[in-house]
């Protein structure tokens, strides 16, 4: 490797996120230079499938020129204002109101922030904001569940319910409390149906509340389908169960919709799959196919209600980025809905997610898998050291990391979690490009099977 290449000067400047940093001194970066549709080409030219829409996000795939031409428009126009201070811009007023319309549950109000995790953050400070404004200053508590994903900050991190996200960073914050994970595979006790578990969780949540006390839990936040903690898909009743103890203890409902909002799921939200009644719903991800960066917390009239109460008394709502609702974001996210609408593309993930889904569950019976799992556009395949105890690989990870490695060489791009590989295409596949995922999955597995063996 050339000294000043750009792989040995990644490898002097750079901390890169979720990377082992020691490791990476080692074997540089793989360098991604362009994309195309569910394609993209590293600096050498090789080809990948991107099976993970980057992170479970590049909806209308890469390349898109509509968004770039969008976003030069908007670049042309006001490359920049803010929303401080009673300012506002076209496109964040046209996005509010286009959200709004979206919305499940009535949800009457939109503030935008530019990632997924200052959503979940901007979440807790108004929950708080809004119970002071109510007179229940004491309910500050949120509850999440293990193996969650909220993002990093220190408050979406401590509702984060992954250790790798804690370990190191004194987190969770004391008042972040967690409960079970609803992943009958490994969480279920043996024999137990799927609507038992359910009863459990939902009784555990309970307990859960009446030991820290309803007077002091101020929301109960989860991902309708958990992305980062491996693809995990609730058992049946489980929503109907959990929402319901919460809304027996006055405990706000958050879903988390930052991976499964429009279509991932096979329905435009997932709320609307699992008869989910938020209060708050934050999106982010393919709401700009991450073409730019953000994210959205949409929210009912009521709690609209108390923080504007609550700001009129204090003099403002004293929150927001300097590039909260920042146009070139909002046009190129109108521009994005207008693809996804146009081109059908929330249809097309239920009807290819079908074949996805499908043509995974046929390694249901391989000696290594010990589940295939998913709805719609975003599947896992959970491999295992033994298949009838479901005993994870020793080290845990080992596995997943070679697979990882290995579909490189095959030119796939998967994501490992411990030993799962997880799938999440662009919106855009095809039925044909979905085969191609499978069969270089099949590939990697056969490659898999050896390093297992050895
Ligand atoms: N919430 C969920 C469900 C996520 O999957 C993510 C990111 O993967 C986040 C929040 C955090 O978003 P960001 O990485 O934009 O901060």
Same mark, same amino acid.
């Given at each position: 490797?050339?000294?000043?290449?750009?792989?040995?000067? &990644?490898?002097?400047?750079?901390? !890169?996120?979720?990377?082992?940093?020691?490791? !990476?001194?080692?074997?540089?970066?793989? +360098?991604?230079?362009?994309?195309?549709?569910?394609?993209?080409?590293?600096?050498?030219?090789?080809?990948?499938?991107?099976?993970?829409?980057?992170?479970?996000?590049? *909806?209308?795939?890469?390349?898109?020129?509509?968004?770039?031409?969008?976003?030069?428009?908007?670049?042309?126009?006001?490359?920049?204002?803010?929303?401080?201070?009673?300012?506002?811009?076209?496109?964040?007023?046209?996005?509010?109101?286009?959200?709004?319309?979206?919305?499940?549950?009535?949800?009457?109000?939109?503030?935008?922030?530019?990632?997924?995790?200052?959503?979940?953050?901007?979440?807790?400070?108004?929950?708080?904001?809004?119970?002071?404004?109510?007179?229940?200053?004491?309910?500050?508590?949120?509850?999440? $569940?293990?193996?969650?994903?909220?993002?990093?900050?220190?408050?979406?991190?401590?509702?984060?319910?992954?250790?790798?996200?804690?370990?190191?960073? &004194?987190?969770?914050?004391?008042?972040?409390?967690?409960?079970?994970?609803?992943?009958?595979? $490994?969480?279920?006790?043996?024999?137990?149906?799927?609507?038992?578990?359910?009863?459990?969780?939902?009784?555990?949540?309970?307990?859960?509340?009446?030991?820290?006390?309803?007077?002091?839990? *101020?929301?109960?936040?989860?991902?309708?389908?958990?992305?980062?903690?491996?693809?995990?898909?609730?058992?049946?009743?489980?929503?109907?169960?959990?929402?319901?103890?919460?809304? $027996?203890?006055?405990?706000?409902?958050?879903?988390?919709?930052?991976?499964?909002?429009?279509? $991932?799921?096979?329905?435009?939200?997932?709320?609307?799959?699992?008869?989910?009644?938020? &209060?708050?719903?934050?999106?982010?991800?393919?709401?700009?196919?991450?073409?730019?960066?953000?994210?959205?917390?949409?929210?009912?009239?009521?709690?609209?209600?108390?923080? *504007?109460?609550?700001?009129?008394?204090?003099?403002?709502?004293?929150?927001?980025?300097?590039?909260?609702?920042?146009?070139?974001?909002?046009?190129?996210?109108?521009?994005?809905?207008? +693809?996804?609408?146009?081109?059908?593309?929330?249809?097309? *993930?239920?009807?290819?997610?079908? %074949?996805?889904?499908?043509?995974?569950?046929?390694?249901?019976?391989?000696?290594? %898998?010990?589940?295939?799992?998913?709805?719609?556009?975003?599947?896992?395949?959970?491999? %295992?050291?033994?298949?009838?105890?479901?005993?994870?690989?020793?080290?845990?990870?080992?596995?997943?990391?070679?697979?990882?490695?290995?579909? !490189?060489?095959?030119?796939?791009? +998967?994501?490992?979690?411990?030993?799962?590989?997880?799938?999440?295409?662009?919106?855009? +596949?095809?039925?044909?490009?979905?085969?191609?995922?499978?069969?270089?999955?099949?590939?990697?597995?056969?490659?898999?099977?050896?390093?297992?063996?050895?």
């Amino acid at each position: 490797v050339a000294l000043n290449s750009l792989h040995a000067r &990644d490898i002097t400047y750079q901390l !890169h996120p979720y990377t082992n940093a020691r490791r !990476h001194e080692e074997v540089g970066p793989i +360098i991604i230079d362009r994309g195309e549709g569910v394609y993209v080409y590293d600096d050498s030219g090789k080809q990948y499938i991107e099976a993970m829409a980057g992170l479970w996000s590049v *909806a209308v795939g890469f390349g898109e020129k509509r968004l770039v031409d969008a976003a030069a428009r908007q670049m042309a126009k006001l490359p920049y204002y803010h929303t401080f201070s009673g300012k506002a811009h076209e496109p964040s007023i046209l996005l509010a109101e286009r959200l709004v319309k979206m919305a499940p549950n009535g949800l009457s109000r939109v503030f935008f922030t530019n990632s997924g995790s200052e959503a979940n953050d901007t979440v807790v400070k108004m929950v708080w904001y809004y119970n002071n404004a109510i007179g229940k200053p004491e309910k500050k508590k949120f509850i999440s $569940r293990i193996s969650g994903y909220h993002g990093i900050t220190i408050a979406s991190g401590s509702l984060t319910g992954l250790p790798i996200n804690q370990r190191g960073f &004194d987190l969770p914050l004391p008042m972040m409390k967690h409960v079970g994970c609803p992943h009958h595979y $490994r969480w279920s006790e043996p024999g137990e149906t799927e609507e038992a578990f359910a009863d459990r969780l939902a009784a555990e949540l309970e307990a859960k509340i009446l030991e820290e006390g309803p007077e002091t839990v *101020a929301a109960f936040i989860g991902e309708p389908v958990m992305g980062a903690g491996g693809v995990l898909v609730p058992p049946a009743t489980y929503w109907e169960k959990v929402q319901e103890v919460c809304r $027996r203890y006055d405990v706000l409902v958050v879903a988390d919709e930052v991976i499964n909002g429009f279509g $991932r799921t096979g329905t435009k939200f997932a709320c609307e799959r699992f008869n989910i009644k938020p &209060d708050i719903l934050v999106i982010s991800k393919q709401l700009t196919s991450s073409y730019q960066p953000l994210a959205a917390i949409l929210f009912s009239d009521k709690i609209y209600q108390g923080i *504007a109460d609550q700001s009129a008394e204090i003099g403002s709502f004293g929150h927001g980025f300097t590039t909260s609702g920042h146009p070139v974001a909002t046009a190129v996210a109108m521009e994005n809905l207008d +693809i996804i609408e146009e081109r059908g593309l929330m249809e097309n *993930a239920a009807i290819v997610g079908e %074949v996805l889904q499908a043509e995974l569950r046929r390694f249901a019976d391989h000696p290594l %898998v010990g589940e295939v799992r998913g709805v719609g556009l975003i599947a896992a395949v959970e491999l %295992v050291a033994d298949k009838a105890t479901k005993a994870k690989f020793d080290p845990f990870g080992k596995v997943g990391a070679k697979f990882f490695q290995q579909g !490189h060489e095959h030119g796939l791009i +998967i994501r490992a979690i411990g030993d799962t590989i997880a799938f999440c295409p662009p919106l855009i +596949i095809t039925e044909e490009q979905i085969r191609e995922v499978v069969s270089r999955f099949a590939r990697t597995l056969k490659d898999i099977e050896d390093f297992v063996a050895t």
